[in-house]
C-alpha cells in the first residue's frame, strides 16, 4: 500500500494533464471557417472547455446553424484535432512528475475524459504518459458526459475500487460538478483561472486558484497524504 492508503486518482485528460486546449481551438476554428463562420476566437472557444466534443459540435449546429450533420461535423473535428493531437500535445511538467510520482508508490491511476478513445490513446502515447496511465475511459463509452458522472463512476469500476476512495483531478467545471455527483474529493486546477470561483468548484476538497502556474506534484502528493480518506 503507498502512502496515500486506499486512494485511487483519476486524471481528466484536456487541461488537466496535458495542455491540448490550443489544439481543440485550431481544429475547431478550421472546421468553423470552413463551414461559414470565420470569427471563431479564443474567448468563443473558452466557453466549450471541459465539454465532450460531441456536445460542443451538437451546440454548434444549432448556434450557428451549420448545415451539415452532427456526426460529419464530430468525424471531421476529431480528424483534425488528431492530426494536430499527435505530434503537438505538451504535458504540464509538474503533472508529469505527479504522476511518476504516483506510479512509485503504486497508488492505481486512470484517465477519464470527455475526448474520444482514439484521441485519449493518441496522447498517452505520443506523450508516453500510457506507460503508466493504462486505465482508460473516454465519454464516447458511458451514456452521459460531463457534468454527469458517469466517466468517473466507470473509471473506478474498472480500477476495482470505491467511488469513494477515489480523487479527481480536473481543470474545468463540468468536471469537478461531476465529481462531485460521483461521490469522490476534487482537487480542482482551473485552465481557465477567471472562473475559479465557479460554485462547482466550491465543491473541490483542494482548489488550486492559479492553474497549471500553482500546481506542484509533491504540494499536492502532500495534501493527500495530509488529508486521508472523507468521512
Known sequence: ????????????????????EPNYYEAGRGLLAEHGVPDFTWADHERYVGISTLETVTLWKREYGLRASV?????????????????ATRVYPEMRKFVELLAAEGVPMAVASGSSREAIT?????????????????????????????????????????????????????????????????????????????????TAGLLVRGGQGEFTARGVYGWLARSGRPA
Open 122 to 202: 493518441a496522447i498517452l502515447s505520443g506523450t508516453g504518459l500510457d506507460a503508466a496511465l493504462r486505465t482508460v475511459v473516454s465519454a464516447d463509452e458511458v451514456e452521459r458526459g460531463k457534468p454527469a458522472p458517469d466517466v468517473f463512476l466507470e473509471a473506478a469500476r474498472r480500477l476495482g475500487v470505491a467511488p469513494g476512495d477515489c480523487v479527481v483531478l480536473e481543470d474545468a467545471a463540468p468536471g469537478a460538478a461531476a465529481a462531485h455527483a460521483a461521490g469522490m474529493r476534487c482537487i480542482a486546477i482551473p485552465y481557465v483561472t477567471g472562473q475559479a470561483d465557479a460554485p462547482e468548484f466550491a
Open 1 to 20: 500500500m503507498s502512502g496515500l492508503g486506499d486512494t485511487s486518482v483519476i486524471f481528466d485528460l484536456d487541461g488537466t494533464l496535458v495542455d491540448s
Open 71 to 87: 456526426d460529419e461535423l464530430l468525424a471531421d473535428k476529431n480528424r483534425r484535432y488528431l492530426d494536430l493531437a499527435r505530434t
